[in-house]
C-alpha cells in the first residue's frame, strides 16, 4: 500500500478511478476543494475519515500533505514493451539515467505528460522509485502516464533503437545545441542524474548528444528545467511541420 498525497494528486487518482482503501482529511481543514474530494470519494465509494493532523503526519509518514491523503495500492510500473506498443511513428519517450531525487522525477513525468510523451522509463537501481513523493511532485500526473522500470538502461536503449526510435542523449559538453536536432520521427530524449550526467555506456548508446545553451555564469541547469526545454522543442518542432511529413536524415547515427 502506498499513501498518495496532496490535493492534486488525490484528486487525479480518484479521477482515474485508482482503487482507493480510504482517504484522510486533517481536521480543521475547510474549503471548496475538501468538499470536492468529499464528493469525489462518495461517488467512487471510498470512505473519507477526518483526523488530527499529526494523526495525518504520522500515518502518511510526512508534513507535506496538505491536509488529505489517500492510502492506495502502489502504482505498478508497465514493461518497455508496452510503451514501444503506444508510442507509433510519432512518438516520444523520455528515459531518466539515475534521477535520485523524487521531486526532479516528479516535475519531469508531469512534463512528459504535458509535452505528449507516451511514458516515462527509469532504472530499477540507483533512481528514485514511484514513491509518494514523486506522486506528490507530479501534482496527479503520475496517475495518467506510464512509468517502465528496466534492469538495464542500456539494454532499453539498444531495443528502443532496433525499434526504429532515435535516441538523443543530453549533456553540457556535446558540441551540438538540442536545437539542431531533428525531433520529427519517433524519438527517445534521455537525461542524466543530478550532478554526475549521462553514464558512459548510456552516452555512447545514444544516436546523438546535444547540449543546452547557457548565457549567464550558472553551468547546468536543473534535470526537470532542461527536460522541459528538450520536450517543448520537440512540440514546437512537431507542431510546425504537422501538414509537412519530414523524413529525417540521420547520418550521424551510431551502431
Known amino acids: 500500500m502506498n499513501w498518495i498525497t496532496g490535493f492534486h494528486a488525490v484528486e487525479e487518482a480518484l479521477a482515474a478511478g485508482r482503487p482507493l482503501d480510504r482517504i484522510l482529511v486533517a481536521k480543521g481543514r475547510h474549503g471548496e476543494r475538501v468538499e470536492e474530494v468529499v464528493r469525489l470519494a462518495k461517488s467512487r465509494g471510498v470512505p473519507v475519515r477526518f483526523e488530527d493532523r499529526g494523526q ?3 500515518a502518511t509518514g510526512t508534513r507535506e500533505h496538505q491536509g488529505v491523503a489517500a492510502l492506495a495500492a502502489a502504482k505498478p510500473a508497465v514493461e518497455l514493451e508496452d510503451l514501444l506498443a503506444a508510442k507509433g511513428d510519432g512518438g516520444l519517450l523520455v528515459l531518466l539515467d539515475g534521477i535520485e531525487d523524487p521531486h526532479n522525477l516528479g516535475a519531469i513525468v508531469r512534463t512528459s505528460l504535458a509535452a505528449g510523451a507516451q511514458g516515462v ?3 530499477e537501481r540507483r533512481a528514485a522509485g514511484l514513491s509518494p513523493a514523486v506522486a506528490r511532485s507530479a501534482a496527479g500526473a503520475l496517475e495518467h502516464t506510464k512509468v517502465a522500470r528496466v534492469p538495464n538502461l542500456v539494454r532499453a536503449l539498444m531495443d528502443l533503437k532496433e525499434q526504429g526510435v532515435w535516441v538523443y542523449g543530453f ?3 556535446a558540441s551540438k545545441s538540442y536545437t539542431e536536432l531533428d525531433y520529427s520521427a519517433g524519438c527517445a530524449l534521455v537525461l542524466g542524474g543530478e550532478g554526475r550526467g549521462l553514464h558512459r555506456l548510456v552516452r555512447e548508446a545514444c544516436d546523438q548528444l546535444a547540449h543546452i545553451p547557457l548565457r549567464g555564469p ?5 534535470v526537470s528545467v532542461a527536460a522541459g526545454v528538450v520536450l517543448y522543442e520537440v512540440v514546437r518542432q512537431r507542431s510546425l511541420r504537422l501538414d509537412k511529413p519530414v523524413v529525417p536524415d540521420h547520418s550521424q547515427r551510431s551502431g
Open 121 to 123: 522509463v527509469i532504472p
Open 218 to 222: 550558472i553551468s547546468s541547469l536543473n
Open 56 to 58: 495525518v503526519d504520522r
Open 171 to 173: 549533456e553540457a559538453a
